[in-house]
């Protein structure tokens, strides 16, 4: 079955550390995407790639960093640059680059302990 | 002003009703449209997209754009239970002469209760 897989489900971050939050999509998609999900705020375009090897930073890309390096795969990494962390992140996948009808992962959800 | 704007509810209604979701937008360059279903502690599902103004039905969900008001509803008929989730509103565009698209911008969702 064709889709998005984003791992883990849950994951536990020690203040300081980097986290890497991994997305795999087997649509043949070109444009992938990372957004963060919180309470009463909505979806939030941290990176975004339209083609392998390039990415442009969205709202919110400070202590984010991302790269694009197989068509299939975009990970996220969470440095301990970014002052809140605690969050839903979900990874999209579009065939166009315009970002419409986006197919999503499940999502992680990342907590600081 | 937020772009987009959309209550945040929740919406509880009986089983059977129909559910009408909206939201309304604020950037005129706006040109699709879109309807989410999250359920809770998952992704979002896309289940409505649309381009132009005026109606497109899938089942029991319709979606409705009005350009011209800058306002969008989504109508679910004979709800269900299985119906209760979180529904995004979503909308993008092309950016013109400069090429290249709008980025996708969501609402805040809006969460409905269908009860038995």
């Known amino acids: 079955d064709g889709g998005i897989t984003q791992s883990p489900k849950y994951l536990f971050r020690k203040e300081g550390q980097n986290v890497t939050l991994s997305c795999e999509q087997n649509l043949n998609h070109d444009a992938m995407y990372w957004y963060r999900q919180d309470p009463g705020q909505g979806l939030r375009l941290i990176y975004y790639?339209?083609?392998?090897?390039?990415?442009q930073k969205g709202d919110i890309a400070e202590g984010y960093s991302v790269s694009r390096e197989k068509k299939e795969s975009f990970p996220l990494t969470v440095t301990s640059a970014q002052k809140n962390p605690t969050a839903f992140y979900l990874c999209a996948s579009s065939i166009a680059d315009s970002g419409t009808e986006a197919f999503f992962g499940q999502g992680t959800r990342l907590t600081v302990v | 002003q937020k772009e987009v704007e959309q209550d945040p509810g929740p919406l509880s209604v009986p089983e059977g009703a129909i559910v009408s979701l909206n939201c309304t937008y604020s950037n005129s360059a706006f040109q699709y449209f879109m309807w989410y279903r999250q359920y809770s502690r998952k992704g979002p599902e896309l289940l409505m997209y649309?381009?132009?103004?005026g109606n497109k039905e899938d089942g029991r969900f319709t979606a409705q754009v009005d350009k011209s008001s800058k306002y969008i509803s989504l109508f679910i008929r004979d709800s269900q239970p299985s119906d209760s989730a979180t529904y995004l509103c979503a909308m993008g565009g092309f950016l013109g002469d400069s090429g290249g698209y709008q980025k996708v911008t969501f609402g805040t969702g809006t969460k409905l209760q269908v009860i038995p």
């Open positions: 790639s339209q083609i392998v090897n390039d990415f």
């Open positions: 649309t381009y132009s103004s």
